[in-house]
């Protein structure tokens, strides 16, 4: 039996079946920059990074020198009783980086959920104001608030009911297909419409906390919206009292170009969460915003006791450090151009793709049968990604027939060039 097949059984005999969405049998046992090493020997290239965790790529060596020398010095004392200097200095750096002009404070925790989560208590707090409004197919994550406003899979809400009162959903301004089987996408106005006439009808707007987006809608489907929505929608929610947040958590911190994803769409947001590529892979996530919203909630309204950790801190300065130095911030930018560039000459081979869409290092590549219908082929997707995983790609599809491509900010122009020779061999295939 090769080592990776005898580390899966072992991990199939004990690892519960719920906290994995079943994939590839890879066993990942060493990796660097954009590559990773399996657990006999193969390499691939990384174009999902972890799910967006890992931006700065793998293992890379700021980081890793901040993380050792942390260690030595103290591993963790909880930020709910003392002080420790890497936790204020990460905060003013997230004030700092993060946009909006105005005074800004931080709170922060250990994943992209519990930030979710922190949402509604902030908001709700505030506000004075019960209901949130989050998006359909929106992921938001696994604890009750979180997946309360999670919109996407019957299988993370099954059994598990009943979920947090007060979470209305509307549909995200998808600029490829329109609402339930429309093929055209809808104009700004018309889909905004939806959720205003849900407040003249049912879900009066006074009692409304907060709308909360992602931007790039991810797993979704790497979903852009139409031009001028979000803009709209803010404008909307300041008109009412309504705060505007934004889950950056996967779209955040360099992936689309920019330290927030909400600065392509010229908006300012009341509160900006950010996790997974936060502390280049270790568990951290933050809410920032207005710091008369943060400081909304009672003591002690929002403690873990092993947030704020100072390694997971000194990772999170190290990575914004290696996101300034080495200009990441421009390197999404450019070699997600190259790149939709590079998708977008196979758009004129292969009529199975039906859209190329994202912004910097987000990209989704939507399979169809036809493009007139836009209809999904997601079997063609898992076709796709399959044998780009043989070929040593590592990249999987969302949404059904969404291809996902995040590769970590720092791949290089020969492993993008590898990519789409790759992927060029795999679509031939697919086409014959
Ligand atoms: N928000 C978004 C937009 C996400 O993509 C995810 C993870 N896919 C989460 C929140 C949840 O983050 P975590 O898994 O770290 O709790």
């Given at each position: 039996?090769?080592?990776?097949?005898?580390?899966?059984?072992?991990?199939?005999?004990?690892?519960?079946?719920?906290?994995?969405?079943?994939?590839?049998?890879?066993?990942?046992?060493?990796?660097?920059?954009?590559?990773?090493?399996?657990?006999?020997?193969?390499?691939?290239?990384?174009?999902?990074?972890?799910?967006?965790?890992?931006?700065?790529?793998?293992?890379?060596?700021?980081?890793?020198?901040?993380?050792?020398e942390q260690t030595d010095k103290m591993i963790h004392y909880?930020?709910?009783?003392?002080?420790?200097?890497?936790?204020?200095?990460?905060?003013?750096?997230?004030?700092?980086?993060?946009?909006?002009?105005?005074?800004?404070?931080?709170?922060?925790?250990?994943?992209?959920?519990?930030?979710?989560?922190?949402?509604?208590?902030?908001?709700?707090?505030?506000?004075?104001?019960?209901?949130?409004?989050?998006?359909?197919?929106?992921?938001?994550?696994?604890?009750?608030?979180?997946?309360?406003?999670?919109?996407?899979?019957?299988?993370?809400?099954?059994?598990?009911?009943?979920?947090?009162?007060?979470?209305?959903?509307?549909?995200?301004?998808?600029?490829?297909?329109?609402?339930?089987?429309?093929?055209?996408?809808?104009?700004?106005?018309?889909?905004?419409?939806?959720?205003?006439?849900?407040?003249?009808?049912?879900?009066?707007?006074?009692?409304?906390a907060a709308v909360v987006v992602e931007t790039i809608q991810?797993?979704?489907?790497?979903?852009?919206?139409?031009?001028?929505?979000?803009?709209?929608?803010?404008?909307?929610?300041?008109?009412?009292?309504?705060?505007?947040?934004?889950?950056?958590?996967?779209?955040?911190?360099?992936?689309?170009?920019?330290?927030?994803?909400?600065?392509?769409?010229?908006?300012?947001?009341?509160?900006?969460?950010?996790?997974?590529?936060?502390?280049?892979?270790?568990?951290?996530?933050?809410?920032?915003?207005?710091?008369?919203?943060?400081?909304?909630?009672?003591?002690?309204?929002?403690?873990?006791?092993?947030?704020?950790?100072?390694?997971?801190?000194?990772?999170?300065?190290?990575?914004?450090?290696?996101?300034?130095?080495?200009?990441?911030?421009?390197?999404?930018?450019?070699?997600?151009?190259?790149?939709?560039?590079?998708?977008?000459?196979?758009?004129?081979?292969?009529?199975?793709?039906?859209?190329?869409?994202?912004?910097?290092?987000?990209?989704?590549?939507?399979?169809?049968?036809?493009?007139?219908?836009?209809?999904?082929?997601?079997?063609?997707?898992?076709?796709?990604?399959?044998?780009?995983?043989?070929?040593?790609?590592?990249?999987?599809?969302?949404?059904?027939?969404?291809?996902?491509?995040?590769?970590?900010?720092?791949?290089?122009?020969?492993?993008?060039?590898?990519?789409?020779?790759?992927?060029?061999?795999?679509?031939?295939?697919?086409?014959?």
């Amino acid at each position: 039996m090769s080592k990776s097949k005898e580390i899966i059984a072992k991990d199939k005999q004990y690892y519960a079946t719920s906290g994995r969405i079943p994939y590839y049998p890879l066993v990942i046992d060493h990796a660097k920059g954009a590559q990773i090493i399996d657990a006999d020997g193969k390499k691939y290239i990384d174009l999902l990074a972890s799910a967006s965790a890992l931006n700065v790529g793998h293992a890379p060596d700021r980081v890793v020198a901040a993380i050792k020398e942390q260690t030595d010095k103290m591993i963790h004392y909880t930020p709910a009783y003392m002080y420790h200097q890497p936790v204020a200095d990460l905060a003013e750096k997230l004030a700092e980086i993060s946009p909006g002009n105005f005074t800004k404070k931080v709170a922060f925790g250990l994943s992209g959920s519990d930030a979710n989560d922190a949402i509604i208590k902030f908001a709700r707090a505030y506000t004075g104001r019960q209901n949130i409004v989050s998006f359909e197919q929106a992921y938001h994550g696994s604890t009750f608030g979180s997946l309360s406003m999670s919109a996407i899979s019957l299988g993370m809400r099954q059994k598990i009911g009943p979920l947090l009162p007060g979470i209305y959903h509307i549909p995200y301004p998808d600029a490829y297909r329109g609402l339930y089987g429309e093929t055209e996408p809808r104009s700004a106005e018309g889909y905004l419409q939806v959720f205003k006439s849900m407040t003249e009808n049912y879900l009066p707007k006074e009692e409304i906390a907060a709308v909360v987006v992602e931007t790039i809608q991810g797993d979704g489907g790497l979903l852009e919206p139409v031009p001028g929505y979000f803009r709209a929608l803010a404008d909307f929610c300041h008109a009412n009292g309504i705060l505007f947040a934004v889950d950056d958590v996967q779209q955040g911190l360099g992936r689309t170009g920019t330290w927030s994803s909400i600065e392509h769409f010229d908006v300012e947001a009341d509160l900006i969460i950010y996790g997974k590529s936060l502390a280049g892979g270790l568990p951290l996530s933050a809410v920032v915003g207005r710091a008369e919203i943060m400081d909304g909630l009672q003591i002690p309204g929002h403690v873990f006791t092993t947030a704020a950790n100072p390694v997971c801190c000194q990772a999170a300065l190290a990575t914004i450090q290696t996101i300034e130095e080495d200009n990441l911030l421009q390197a999404s930018t450019d070699k997600g151009a190259y790149a939709k560039k590079a998708f977008t000459d196979l758009v004129n081979k292969y009529d199975f793709i039906g859209d190329v869409r994202g912004i910097g290092l987000s990209i989704g590549v939507d399979i169809v049968s036809d493009r007139q219908s836009k209809s999904k082929d997601s079997q063609a997707a898992l076709k796709i990604c399959n044998r780009a995983y043989e070929k040593g790609l590592l990249m999987i599809a969302v949404a059904g027939s969404v291809l996902r491509f995040q590769p970590p900010l720092v791949i290089s122009y020969e492993e993008l060039d590898q990519t789409f020779t790759i992927l060029d061999e795999v679509f031939t295939e697919l086409a014959n």
